[in-house]
C-alpha cells in the first residue's frame, strides 16, 4: 500500500504562484508515474499533469506554459508548481500514484484545496 499527503495549497490572488508538494510513504518502491488531479464544484476530476519515474511529463491544455511538475525520487516527493493562477484553476487538487507492477492498481491523496480570487 501506499500513502500519499498533499500540502501547499491556500487562497492566492490572479496572477500568483502557489506550490504544492506530495509525499508518498508506504510501498513506494511500486510507485511509477505520478499525477496531479483536480475537481472544481460541479465538475468532474480532470488530469492536470503526470510525470513518470524517468522525469516525462504530460500536461492538460489548460495548464501548459503555467504549471510545472516534478518529483524528487529519493524523497518519493511529487511537486506542482503553479503560476499565472486563474479563477478558473480553482479546485481540490489531488496526488495520485500509479503503481508500476499492476497498472489497474492507483493511490490517492485527499486532495488540497486551492482558491484563487481576489
Known amino acids: 500500500q501506499v500513502q500519499l499527503a498533499e500540502s501547499g495549497g491556500g487562497l492566492m490572488e490572479p496572477g500568483g504562484s502557489l506550490r504544492v508538494s506530495c509525499a508518498a510513504s508506504g510501498s513506494i518502491f511500486t510507485i511509477g508515474t505520478m499525477g496531479w488531479y483536480r475537481q472544481a464544484p460541479g465538475k468532474q476530476r480532470e488530469l492536470v499533469a503526470t510525470?513518470?519515474?524517468?522525469?516525462?511529463?504530460n500536461y492538460a491544455d489548460s495548464v501548459k506554459g503555467r504549471f510545472t511538475i516534478s518529483r524528487d525520487n529519493v524523497k518519493s516527493t511529487v511537486y506542482l508548481q503553479m503560476n499565472s493562477l486563474k479563477p478558473e484553476d480553482t479546485a481540490v487538487y489531488y496526488c495520485?500514484?500509479?503503481?508500476?507492477?499492476?497498472?489497474?492498481?492507483?493511490?490517492w491523496g485527499q486532495g488540497t484545496q486551492v482558491t484563487v480570487s481576489s
Open positions: 495520485n500514484a500509479v503503481n508500476r507492477f499492476d497498472l489497474r492498481t492507483s493511490y
Open positions: 510525470i513518470t519515474r524517468g522525469g516525462s511529463t
